[in-house]
């Protein structure tokens, strides 16, 4: 990930957008936080927000024509804030603060602004802010230009005067009765400062010499309000058509103005990134469903304005407008406390590091790969994508840590070895149309299913039905391991190819996403589809139950068919069916999915818990890992072949999952039982479990699943530990202790011996330490 990709990507996410508001107002008041603080009754910090981008926050609080209103989001569903009002009363209820403007050195240039309004203070204001020696040229005796045709009612005079002291604390010098033009040449002025503003009023004349448009109005850089003659800038209501004089666009003008007098006299650009001022558009998306429509609150004395109490009013029917659409509906983006912006550039930081420790190892790895984000994003950012290219460039550069896929890898191998793996034609054939390819987890799961499966397909599909037990290889590419799933994918497509190339029906939601994604050579269908087509067993009678609340599993996300096909062949059991707030599409992982059970487990059990807690109804899944993890977290689940093969229902929904030992046991047991009964070949592979006997409690075997360590791994501890009479006795329990390192892991065991080969296990830890000698010179 490069520095433009990583920028692309940053820029995909709008939740650092401004909201509407803050964006559609000239001079960005953060009205979000105003109304944060408002709502909350902390009038005096919500003040202190509103004058930090406005000079004279008394009179822009009672004058200001409010674009911001036009754009609120609170009026898609209701009507849209009052700002102003809320200003002002965040501004009378306000502890009296005397904040310290902050001032730059002075510099040598000096800058002459010509006209005493809005714009023109402003600009005044913002220029000897920065150090500048401003003089203002007022052609009347006070300043403040139109401010004055307001009535005392609406704009109190002392409001004004209150307000304009701001500039003699800043230093500004104003000249009164300084009619530029007649009492002092144009000319002589721009010869006389480095920079000119003029913003006299839409009824100044032509005395500046400067261009005009055929309406009168002069004509500058709508960026950088430079006018026609070097050096000289122009804005406020001289620029724009009479009837359209707003007084926040006139103080935008005169702060745009000030930077580009001070990049002028600096002598740098004066376009560079200058999007962002004045009224922009923003591109945040705010969700208002389920928001309930409220009317703005009534002020009760329109002369005084909103009481503290219907401020807190008011401005508690802020939104508080952000997008987070996609946290809301991901516990791994909600649990990292950001959004994808912060974790983009924080995945990007942790590649980059050359030395040090690497704090995002556990975002990149926690992630379930899902795409549920990419679906609720208005911008389509898939934060899997970015978290899988991480995986393959930290196993790229050697820096993935081997604990954080190791088991589900080696499980992963496992399915694939000699003595697990089996692909052949459908037995009395020599040739198969079509393969059934079960999936390395339904084969762990349920065999059962597999078989009947197997057998139904075999009773309806001609032309042959091929049978092949393997993993697709899901483990390595969502672990980033790019070699180790190019070979999982070559074995796969040698075994595929060795049967003739066969129509693949999968049962499992993965391994049909994995062959459309990654192998489009090979042509596949999912075994719900073509159960739909061919038709269900008989049976005596439909189902009575009360709905099923169908969870689609999230590799299923786009397989439109699949899903449509799962429905279907619900209905034809009888079934009603109850959709999840989060579905099809838009359905959430289980748990399993990008490994984030084993990088993240407490990660893992939160999105579980998160899912179950959407219906009290039994859920139906189609993938085998979906229903033994919604089983595991205690909600009561059916697969979709509990169903087609009439299991009792309580007897399938109160399943629990087969351990981690007992799913690499099932998986060599069908592929021996499968040889022998249906292919009638010897299956000289014996069970490590049958030659050393182990007694387990309950409580070790949870431990035992939470650890990820196999009855096999103990076994071969055990087994190695008894040949060569390499272990430890506790003199005082009298329990055995040894350890096997048969990879990357060392495997601990405390056990006791009952007989010959029978074995009491205790207790049972691993770790990925390596021990190694001190070499001194």
Not at 356 to 369: D, E, Q, T, Y
Not at 541 to 557: G, I, L, P, S, W
Not at 580 to 604: Q, V
Request: proline share 5%.
């Amino acid at each position: 990930m490069d520095q433009d990709e990583l920028r692309k990507l940053e820029e995909r996410c709008i939740q650092y957008q401004p909201p509407n508001c803050a964006a559609a107002c000239p001079v960005h008041v953060d009205v979000r936080s105003m109304m944060a603080q408002a709502a909350r009754g902390n009038f005096t910090e919500a003040a202190g927000v509103f004058r930090k981008t406005v000079p004279f926050p008394g009179i822009v609080s009672r004058v200001c024509d409010e674009p911001c209103r036009a754009v609120c989001k609170r009026g898609d569903v209701g009507e849209p804030l009052r700002v102003a009002a809320i200003e002002k009363a965040c501004l009378d209820n306000a502890s009296e603060v005397h904040a310290k403007i902050p001032l730059l050195p002075k510099r040598e240039s000096r800058v002459a602004i010509v006209g005493g309004g809005l714009s023109g203070m402003s600009a005044a204001f913002e220029l000897a802010r920065k150090g500048y020696s401003t003089v203002v040229f007022e052609q009347e005796p006070r300043l403040g230009g139109s401010l004055w045709d307001y009535s005392e009612e609406k704009l109190p005079r002392d409001v004004i005067a209150e307000d304009l002291k701001v500039l003699s604390k800043v230093g500004v010098e104003v000249r009164l009765n300084a009619h530029v033009g007649r009492d002092q040449p144009f000319d002589v002025l721009c010869d006389e400062f480095g920079a000119v503003y003029v913003a006299a009023g839409p009824q100044a004349h032509d005395a500046f010499g400067l261009a005009r448009d055929e309406d009168g109005r002069v004509t500058v850089d709508p960026a950088t309000l430079a006018a026609s003659r070097e050096g000289v800038f122009a804005g406020g209501s001289m620029r724009r058509a009479e009837g359209q004089r707003s007084p926040i666009r006139s103080i935008s003008d005169g702060r745009i103005a000030a930077t580009s007098i001070d990049r002028y006299l600096q002598k740098v650009s004066l376009t560079a990134s200058r999007a962002a001022e004045g009224s922009v558009e923003s591109r945040l998306y705010t969700s208002t469903e389920g928001v309930e429509p409220l009317p703005a609150t009534p002020i009760g004395d329109a002369r005084q304005g909103y009481s503290s109490e219907e401020a807190v009013r008011e401005a508690s029917r802020c939104l508080q407008c952000q997008c987070l659409e996609c946290v809301k509906v991901c516990e791994y983006l909600n649990s990292f406390r950001g959004y994808p912006k912060k974790y983009i550039r924080q995945i990007y930081n942790n590649l980059s590091i050359v030395m040090g420790h690497r704090h995002a190892n556990k975002l990149i790895n926690s992630c379930s790969l899902c795409g549920l984000c990419g679906e609720v994003c208005p911008e389509d950012l898939h934060m899997g994508l970015v978290c899988r290219k991480a995986r393959e460039t930290m196993v790229e550069q050697g820096r993935m840590p081997p604990s954080a896929h190791d088991f589900p890898l080696r499980d992963m191998q496992s399915s694939n070895s000699e003595t697990c793996a089996f692909a052949r034609h459908q037995p009395g054939t020599t040739s198969s149309r079509f393969l059934f390819f079960p999936g390395c987890q339904l084969v762990a799961s349920s065999p059962k299913h597999v078989r009947n499966a197997y057998a139904l397909l075999m009773r309806n599909l001609s032309e042959g039905v091929g049978f092949m037990s393997r993993c697709c290889g899901a483990p390595a590419q969502w672990s980033g391991r790019v070699e180790l799933f190019e070979e999982t994918r070559e074995d796969f497509l040698a075994s595929w190819r060795a049967l003739g190339s066969p129509l693949v029906i999968a049962a499992c939601s993965t391994c049909h996403d994995i062959f459309r994604t990654h192998l489009s050579e090979v042509p596949v269908v999912s075994l719900w589809e073509t159960l739909d087509n061919l038709g269900l067993p008989e049976r005596e009678e439909k189902r009575t139950r009360e709905a099923v609340a169908v969870h689609d599993a999230c590799t299923a996300r786009h397989a439109t068919a699949l899903q449509a096909s799962v429905r279907s062949i619900l209905g034809r059991l009888g079934l009603e069916i109850e959709e999840l707030p989060l579905s099809r599409e838009k359905t959430e992982c289980c748990g399993y999915g990008g490994l984030m059970f084993f990088a993240n487990p407490e990660l893992a059990k939160s999105a579980i818990r998160r899912r179950i807690e959407e219906s009290p109804r039994d859920y139906l899944t189609y993938c085998a890992m979906c229903r033994d993890y919604l089983a595991f977290s205690g909600k009561r689940a059916l697969h979709l072949l509990d169903l087609i093969f009439d299991t009792p229902w309580d007897e399938a929904a109160l399943r629990k999952g087969p351990t981690y030992s007992q799913r690499r046991e099932n998986r060599v047991r069908l592929k021996n039982g499968m040889l022998r009964e249906l292919w009638g070949e010897s299956t000289p592979q014996e069970l490590r479990r049958e030659t050393i006997r182990l007694r387990i409690s309950d409580d070790v075997q949870q431990l035992m699943e939470d650890r990820l360590i196999l009855i096999e791994d103990l076994q071969q501890v055990i087994d190695a530990a008894e040949r060569s009479g390499y272990k430890l006795l506790d003199p005082v329990t009298g329990h055995f202790i040894a350890h096997d390192k048969p990879a990357g892991v060392t495997y601990w065991v405390e056990y006791s011996a009952f007989g010959n080969n029978d074995f009491l296990i205790h207790n049972a830890y691993s770790h990925r330490m390596e021990i190694t000698e001190d070499l001194k010179p």
